[in-house]
Antibody, heavy 120, light 107 residues
Framework: QVQLQESGPGLVKPSEILSLTCNVSGDSIRSYYWSWIRQPPGKGLQWIGSIHYSGSTNYNPSLQSRLTLFLDTSKSQISLKLNSVTAADTAMYYC??????????????WGQGVLVTVSS | DIQMTQSPSSLSASLGDRVTITCRASQSISTSLNWYQQKPGKAPKFLIYSASSLQSGVPSRFSGSGSGTDFTLTISSLQAEDFATYYCQQSYNSPWTFGQGTKVEIK
């Protein structure tokens, strides 16, 4: 059974880089797409972007200019870097397996999430 | 981006009640609609894909329907463990987008 575990610093200063890692266990990282999704405190869900082991990426246009996703198959890790963060990037960040079937897709399962606060 | 709008934003219901949540897309998304359940302090849990297909292990009291722009999630008989926030999500066009959520509370 696949399990995902996010990690990263809980506090990032404004204008700095937010870096997060998601460790995948119980399944091959090569078999699926993998996505990051975030949720500001008390608010709804926003899809950030996805990556496939082939190197293919798909970013939310609202974050694309600041975002990089990459994948390390040797460590079974997916990583996120978000540049020039502001308070608006404060959120719980989740990684999720991104399952594609025919013409549709969904996120399952999700990691437990990591809370990132942007503050000086 | 495709906008997803859920109604109501919250509802109060009793154990055993039938509960219906609506999700509307800003354009036709065929049946590319998923539902998730989120309990406080937990990650979302995947429930339904392609508008009406139940994920393995999800209780049969959950059902989904709809196509085009209008969709519903129904809980036929509300159980204690169903009190949570529910989100719809479209998988028709990137960027994938979610509804704002519907919180189901105890009456």
């Amino acid at each position: 059974q696949v399990q995902l575990q996010e990690s990263g610093p809980g506090l990032v200063k404004p204008s700095e880089i937010l870096s997060l890692t998601c460790n995948v266990s119980g399944d091959s990282i090569r078999s699926y797409y993998w996505s990051w999704i975030r949720q500001p405190p008390g608010k709804g869900l926003q899809w950030i972007g996805s990556i496939h082991y082939s190197g293919s990426t798909n970013y939310n246009p609202s974050l694309q200019s600041r975002l990089t996703l990459f994948l390390d198959t040797s460590k079974s890790q997916i990583s996120l870097k978000l540049n020039s963060v502001t308070a608006a990037d404060t959120a719980m960040y989740y990684c999720a397996r991104d399952i594609h079937r025919l013409s549709t897709s969904w996120f399952d399962p999700w990691g437990q999430g990591v809370l990132v606060t942007v503050s000086s | 981006d495709i906008q997803m709008t859920q109604s109501p934003s919250s509802l109060s219901a009793s154990l055993g009640d039938r509960v219906t949540i609506t999700c509307r897309a800003s354009q036709s998304i065929s049946t590319s609609l998923n539902w998730y359940q989120q309990k406080p302090g937990k990650a979302p849990k995947f429930l339904i894909y392609s508008a009406s297909s139940l994920q393995s292990g999800v209780p049969s009291r959950f059902s989904g329907s709809g196509s085009g722009t209008d969709f519903t999630l129904t809980i036929s008989s509300l159980q204690a463990e169903d009190f949570a926030t529910y989100y719809c999500q479209q998988s028709y066009n990137s960027p994938w987008t979610f509804g704002q959520g519907t919180k189901v509370e105890i009456k």
